[in-house]
Structure formats: structure tokens, C-alpha cells
């Protein structure tokens, strides 16, 4: 079978073409790897000759080291015809390096046939740095290698970003064709290094990995085959040899009388290639600098002399390899993207999957007040269902309850009740009552806290939140060293101070006077108290609403229009607390709870059992005068007695009621269970109450969330069609 016979098989195949067409004029070509061809080899090894050769136009060479980076040409079938010019930076790239290569715009010419590759590539090179000088020295600078031994100590020698070529055209086959850096062993002082060595390695093996590439390996004819590492990365790359072929160049370097060598490689008799071996004779420097140099004729010229005319003329020349690429190519694709199970539309399918959920991250589309309203609506509707269920303690209806402790509100705030009750029982009293009920009731933890010298801090105790800053109470702290007299001493201190003419009895006063000292610390530590709820209860909106959303943006937005109403009523607990305290501190002592007279009496008939006896035969005996109501004792001890016991009763009642009215009004109503609380303020008629103005700020698509969401959308209906095309 002739050249020219080969030429017309391959990818020129109508119905593979027409195929092929549809799913890259659909734009799938984005997302699906097109078949490619990557040239592989050792440094200096002939491979951009070879490159050039299949592209028919020259690629620039240098006399140092050739490819230090990746150029990709990619040949696509379209009506009209043109060329799109631009670097790829790596996809490891860091934000600087990525800004420097994308900070212009593409180039686009209108046909690729009237330029020299060389001036292209110059042009290109030009256009990127905008500077004067070499064609190297612009584009190395451009994508940030070295350009001399000068500044190759602080550039990297090679890179990882690639300049890439789109060339379209109605004649064009869909072809991408890879020159990367060829592989090498030893560094050279001042120009590479052996991480270098590593680079370029990992970078080849890359190329090599993609399954729709087909890999010339490139070996000089004059070497030794067996030493050529490049095979053997091949045959990792591709062990079944589907996508390798070999390829020899530099045959007139070949010693004399050892052609023969060469030759057995060639028809497959030593070291036998599933896809064979092409043999190549590159033109050198003098026959490129000859316009009138035609390598397709020289190449004739040579393999038809002995002994090189023992060669088959299907495996020598640059034509006849080109046909040789088009048969594998054309295997290649029938794999990968004729099949209805094939790697591609798994790929395709892949990529849909993937464009489904980004689309699904991004949340419906909200461009209206409708849809603005509707997105918010449901956020509300999902933040009171957490809200229902953090009050209610169901913790098993959401995840979210046991990846964050502080949406289980519940307990937290009968918790802290507990503990407020507790703090009140123990250290809500200046002055310690004799024979107080509470002495039966207290933890040896608290007896320990209570001794003289001792402090309680109330404090916040949960996270501190930046914001509520002017709104908590400051850290307080209570001592019990802050007393510093015994009750007697207080009261017959508070009685001398206030007494009038009164015989026998006291002055009301003195009992509300009594009652604003004893209660001194009930500010302090209800305070606190409520600062802890308040914390609790911001924790939770912020937790809730940072896990609801779907980016910072939203969260900040929602979080501001949310708290500024929160705010609002948290500042309505405290007040509702200042309240409770101006009642219970300020007015004149007054109950009807009957426990008062009940606790009265009780501490009358401690007095008496305290001097009462036990009698073996009448059991407990109280002797007559104990029982009189004429006092023993002088007129002042009387009256100081019976203030403090009436105090003490009316203060057991006072701050019953009073731990009662701060959990159940301040805190419960304002702040917790209550249908105004703070944690209702994200609610659909909150979202329904807001302005176009506000609905925009909040849910609105910024920008760049807009540009993404129309790109997926397009990605989505490439996609799409490929599949329809690949069934």
C-alpha cells in the first residue's frame, strides 16, 4: 500500500467525522480530551524536528535546552478558519503567578498558513512580556523561568504552564499535538538543577498517564536502545502498547556497518513494538537554513539507498508517519469515543454529575423580589425548624445538633437556670440568717465557697460574641469577706441609725431599708445571668444561620439585617430584669404568699424550742415564762429579734419570687420560649416585611456568582447535548 493510498484512511472517515464534529461543535471540546499526540524522548533526541515535521511548519530551536515548558497545538474542524494564541497557566499555579499569565487577553489571528511558526511564536512571546529582546528571553520571562544563567538561581529553569495554540478550520481534523520537555539525567551548574531532573520527569509521566494520548517515543538511531529510559516509562504508561510508537531518528549518524542494527529494530526483529518503529532523517541546521530544502525529498533520497532500501517505504519518512498516526488515531478514537459504554461519555457523565452539584451549591437562581423572597423563605423556614427542635430537644431531628454543642440551647438554658438559682440560694444575701433552711440544703462545695475570703466571679460563661460587647454586664465579683459583721451587728447597727419614738416596735422603714441591704448582690449575679442567656441565644442564631448558608457573603448579610432586630430585643430582657429588680429592691416590701406568716411562725417557735427541754416522762417541755409575749430582753434586742426574723421570712419569699420572675419573664418570655424572642426573628414574615432594597442586599447574586452560574449552565447544556450524541 502506497503513501498516498494510506493518506486517505484514518480520520478522514466520513462517519467518524461527522460524529466527532457534532460533539465539539456543541462545546463538549471543553471538557472532553480530544485525541492527542505527545512526543516523548531524551533531550537533543530530534524530537521538536519530528514535531515540526508532522505539522509542517518549523518550531523554534535553541542551542541550549530546547523545550523548557509545554506547547500545545490543537487542530479543530469549524466553518471558518483562525488561530487563538494564549498560555494555560498550571493548574498548581500559585494566585500571583496565575494573575501574571492571565493578565491579558488572548491573541487571534485570522489564518495560521500565511505566518512561519517561528514568527508566530515570536509574535506571541512579544505580545506577552511586551518587551524587546529574544524569543526565549520573552516568553521565559512571561512564564516566569529563567532566561540566562544570570537569573537562574532565583528562576525556576523549567514550567509547568503551557502555550497553547487553537488552530480551526474547515479542513482541520480534530488533532492536538503535545512538544514537552525532554527528559534528562544530569544537571548542569548554573542552568539546571537535579530537582529539574525531577520536574521534567513528573511532567512527561503526566502527559504519558492521559489514555487518549499516542506517544512517539523519539530515540536517536545512533545510541543504544537499550539504555533509553523513555521506553521504559512508556511501557508503564502504556503497558498493552496501544499507544506507543516508535520512532528513530538521526539514521545518518549511524556508524558505518551497523545500519544492520537498526534496521532488525525497525522490521520488529529485536525488541518488537505492538505498534512498530519509524525510522526518520531530520533535517540538520544547513538544510533548515536552505529555503529551498524539501525534507520529503531528501528522506526519499536517503532510504533508497542500501541498505536502508531493505525498509518497508510504509515505515521511513515523515509522510508515510503521519498516515502511520492517522490509523492509530483512528483505533483510538472508535475506543474512546465511538463506543456507547466508552471512557468518554463515563467522562461526560462524570462532568455532568460534578456541573449538577456545583449548580446545586450555588441554590436557585434569584433575580426577582419572588425569587429573592423565596430563597429566604424557605432559610427561615428550615432556621425555625432547628429552632423547634433545639427548644424541644429534639436533638435527632438535625445532624447538626451533634456536630455543634451550641444549637442545643435546651439544656444549656435549664442548666444555667440551675445555676442561677443556686448562685441566688447561696450568695444572693449579704448577711447570713440564723438558722436558715438553706444550711440544710447546700453542698459542701458551696459551705467551702461561703467561708470567709472567698469569691464567686459572675461572669459570662459560653463564648463571647463579638457585638454584644456595650450590652452584657461586665465581669462582677461577689466576696463573702464583703460582709465584715455579723447579722446582730448589722441590724443593731441599721436600728440605731433608723429608730424613732417607737415603743416597743420598729419603723416600717427600716425593714425596706433592711431588705435593700441584704439584697445587695441580686443585681450582680440576675445580671449575669441574663448576659449568659443572651450569649446562648446570639450563639445559636449565629451557628444556625452560618450552617443554613451557602456562602460568607449571604451569612454576613443575613446576620446583620437579623441581629440588628435581636439586638433589639435582647435590650427588651434586660430592661424587663431592671424592671423586676425596681420592683422587688425599690418598692415597699409586700406579699400575699401565705408561706410568709408561715415562715414567721416557724422562726417564732425556734425561738421557744431553743429553750425548750426534754422531759423523760411529758416528752419536750417549754417552760411558761418562755411562752409569754412580754420580752426577756431589753427593748432594743427585741426589736433587732423580731426584724430579723420578720426579714428573713419576707427575704426567703422576696427571692423565691424573684428567681421565678427573672427565669420566666427575663429570660423564658424574652429570650427563650416567648413568641417574641430573639430566635423568632428569622422567620417568613420577617422575610416578607423586608424591602427590595434589603431582599437585594441580602439574597441577591453578587457578580462574579452570576458569571459562574451562567458558565455552569452552558457547561450543563454542552454536556447534556454530548451525552445525547455519545447514546
Not at 500500500?1 to 486517505?8: D, Q, Y
Not at 505498534?275 to 526518520?280: A, E, N, P, T, Y
Amino acid at each position: 500500500m502506497t503513501v498516498k493510498e494510506i493518506s486517505h484512511r484514518g480520520m478522514a472517515d466520513p462517519s467518524m467525522l461527522e460524529r466527532i464534529d457534532a460533539l465539539f461543535s456543541c462545546g463538549a471540546g471543553e471538557h472532553v480530551d480530544i485525541p492527542q499526540i505527545i512526543v516523548i524522548g531524551d533531550q537533543s533526541s530530534g524530537k521538536s524536528s519530528v514535531l515540526s515535521g508532522l505539522l509542517r511548519k518549523d518550531l523554534p530551536r535553541d542551542s541550549g535546552l530546547c523545550t523548557r515548558f509545554a506547547t500545545k497545538i490543537v487542530f479543530r474542524r469549524d466553518i471558518e478558519a483562525g488561530v487563538r494564541i494564549f498560555i494555560t497557566p498550571d493548574e498548581n499555579a500559585s494566585p500571583e503567578h496565575r494573575a501574571q499569565v492571565e493578565s491579558f487577553s488572548e491573541i487571534q489571528l485570522d489564518t495560521f498558513g500565511e505566518f512561519d511558526f517561528k514568527e508566530v511564536l515570536g509574535a506571541v512571546r512579544l505580545r506577552l512580556l511586551r518587551l524587546s529582546g529574544t524569543d526565549r528571553e520573552q516568553v521565559h520571562g512571561t512564564i516566569g523561568i529563567a532566561s540566562s544563567t544570570e537569573d537562574a538561581t532565583t528562576k525556576p529553569t523549567f514550567s509547568a504552564d503551557i502555550l497553547q495554540l487553537e488552530i480551526s478550520g474547515p479542513e482541520e481534523e480534530h488533532l492536538s499535538v503535545i512538544d514537552i520537555p525532554g527528559i534528562f539525567r544530569d544537571h548542569t551548574p548554573g542552568l539546571t538543577t537535579k530537582d529539574d531532573i525531577k520536574f521534567v520527569r513528573e511532567m512527561v509521566m503526566k502527559y504519558m498517564a492521559n489514555p487518549r494520548s499516542v506517544m512517539l517515543a523519539v530515540i536517536p538511531a545512533n545510541g543504544d536502545v537499550a539504555t533509553q529510559e523513555i521506553l521504559q516509562l512508556a511501557n508503564d504508561a502504556d503497558p498493552e502498547g496501544y499507544r506507543t510508537l516508535g520512532v528513530l531518528t538521526k539514521p545518518d549518524l549511524v556508524d558505518r556497518g551497523t545500519e544492520h542494527r537498526v534496521i532488525d529494530l525497525v522490521q520488529g526483529t529485536t525488541r518488537p513494538m505492538r505498534l512498530g518503529w519509524h525510522i526518520l532523517r531530520n533535517p540538520g541546521k544547513l538544510d533548515l537554513d536552505d529555503r529551498l530544502y524539501d525534507r520529503q525529498k531528501q528522506e526519499n533520497e536517503f532510504f533508497r539507498k542500501s541498505p536502508w532500501d531493505r525498509l518497508g517505504e510504509e515505515s521511513w519518512g515523515i509522510e508515510s508517519l503521519r498516515c502511520r498516526l492517522k490509523d492509530v488515531l483512528s483505533g483510538l478514537v472508535r475506543k474512546e469515543f465511538m463506543s456507547v459504554s466508552g471512557p468518554v461519555k463515563a467522562d461526560v457523565q462524570r462532568k455532568v454529575d460534578s456541573v449538577e452539584e456545583k449548580l446545586k451549591a450555588l441554590g436557585p437562581e434569584r433575580t426577582s423580589r419572588t425569587a429573592k423572597a423565596a430563597f429566604l423563605t424557605e432559610l427561615a423556614t428550615k432556621f425555625q425548624q432547628l429552632v423547634d427542635s433545639g427548644l424541644s430537644a429534639n436533638f435527632g431531628a438535625n445532624r447538626l445538633f451533634e456536630k455543634h454543642r451550641a444549637l442545643k440551647v435546651a439544656p444549656a438554658t435549664v442548666l444555667r437556670m440551675e445555676q442561677f438559682r443556686n448562685d441566688m440560694i447561696y450568695w444572693g444575701h449579704k448577711y447570713q440568717f440564723h438558722n436558715t433552711d438553706d444550711d440544710q440544703e447546700m453542698t459542701e462545695q458551696y459551705k467551702a465557697a461561703r467561708s470567709p475570703g472567698k469569691e464567686l466571679k459572675v461572669r459570662k460563661r459560653v463564648n463571647h460574641h463579638d457585638g454584644l460587647d456595650n450590652l452584657l454586664c461586665n465581669l462582677e465579683t461577689i466576696s463573702s469577706k464583703d460582709s465584715g459583721k455579723s447579722t446582730d451587728e448589722w441590724l443593731h447597727q441599721l436600728h440605731g441609725e433608723n429608730r424613732g419614738f417607737e415603743l416597743g416596735t420598729f419603723d416600717p422603714i427600716i425593714l425596706a431599708s433592711a431588705m435593700r441591704k441584704q439584697t445587695a448582690n441580686w443585681e450582680k449575679i440576675s445580671s449575669g445571668f441574663i448576659s449568659d442567656i443572651i450569649v446562648m441565644i446570639h450563639g445559636f442564631i449565629k451557628m444556625a444561620i452560618s450552617n443554613l448558608c451557602q456562602n460568607e457573603r449571604l451569612e454576613a448579610e443575613l446576620c446583620n439585617v437579623v441581629f440588628d432586630e435581636a439586638m433589639t430585643r435582647y435590650k427588651k430582657a434586660i430592661d424587663q430584669l431592671k424592671f423586676i429588680l425596681t420592683v422587688e429592691l425599690d418598692g415597699t416590701p409586700l406579699t400575699q404568699n401565705p408561706h410568709f406568716m408561715t415562715r414567721l411562725d416557724k422562726r417564732y417557735e425556734e425561738r421557744i424550742h431553743a429553750n425548750a427541754f426534754n422531759d423523760d416522762h411529758y416528752g419536750l417541755i417549754v417552760r411558761l415564762d418562755e411562752m409569754s409575749f412580754k420580752p426577756s430582753t431589753c427593748n432594743e434586742q427585741h426589736v433587732v429579734r423580731d426584724i430579723h426574723d420578720i426579714l428573713h421570712s419576707y427575704y426567703d419569699v422576696a427571692r423565691t419570687r424573684f428567681i421565678d420572675n427573672v427565669c420566666k419573664q427575663a429570660a423564658d418570655h424574652f429570650l427563650v420560649n416567648g413568641p417574641d424572642t430573639p430566635l423568632r426573628v428569622l422567620s417568613p414574615v420577617f422575610i416578607s416585611h423586608l424591602s427590595d432594597e434589603k431582599l437585594d442586599q441580602i439574597a441577591g447574586e453578587e457578580p462574579f456568582v452570576k458569571r459562574q452560574r451562567e458558565k455552569l449552565q452552558k457547561d450543563m447544556n454542552s454536556l447534556t447535548e454530548a451525552m445525547r450524541i455519545l447514546s
